[in-house]
């Protein structure tokens, strides 16, 4: 019992340094805390949530690994290579880490129950999905290679995906653990816009420090749902 408050209080205290790095500008060493935070989350994960979850731990694993891959990054010059293949690996890990977020969500939903019951909601959703990305991903544009942008509009398109499917899964059984996976999934998406914005439009250091707040407050609650289990969910919708 001791090791894991342990490990919690040492995941609070980097935490804490983790966005002290980034407020003052030291995104190497940031970035290496990060790695480090994750790789003591995922051990976090496997000491305290009993009824672990198969693809939420791939969601974690895959992250971590491509947080760990983002930190090596620095040490390799992009004037290397004719093209920044670290780029496309990275990115290509992270929408595969959400996409493992968008299948446990989908493992728990009776797929044909849930069309049958809120098909409003859900084109609704589909519309404001394909707007958004394509709103957010053409700020890009005139920045990004054909390749890059391709690659951003898949990466949006799949994060407006975890945030919908989110919300459904919430409206649908509307508990407490869909709850803390939708504030989770709300806060991934404000980072991760954040964090275009400030690559893309504007490098103004708070932009930076809002996308890492956004992101270790997401974190916080996909750990908090995953040590709810499911006999804890009720209340199903019924209409």
Known sequence: MQKPKTLIALLAVLSVVFLGLQLFKYEYFASGIRALLLVLLSILYCSRVENKRKFFFLFLITFTVADVFNFLSWQISPDSFMVDYS???????????????IVQILKTLDIKQVVTKLPVHIIILLVLD???????????????????????????????????????????????????????????VFSEVIQLAYFYVSEVNVLNVLCSIFLVLAFVFFYLQAKISHEENYNKLEV
Not at 87 to 101: E, Q, R, T, V
Not at 147 to 163: P, T
Request: aromatic share 18%.
């Open 130 to 188: 394909i707007s958004c990305v394509i709103v957010v991903t053409n700020t890009t544009k005139s920045e990004l290679q054909f390749g890059e942008y391709l690659l951003e509009f898949v990466y949006n398109a799949v994060i407006m995906a975890l945030l919908s499917i989110a919300l459904i899964n919430y409206i649908y059984k509307d508990d407490k653990k869909s709850m803390n996976f939708l504030v989770g999934s709300i806060f991934i």
């Open 87 to 101: 780029y496309y690996i990275i990115n290509a890990m992270y929408i595969l880490s959400y996409s493992f977020l």
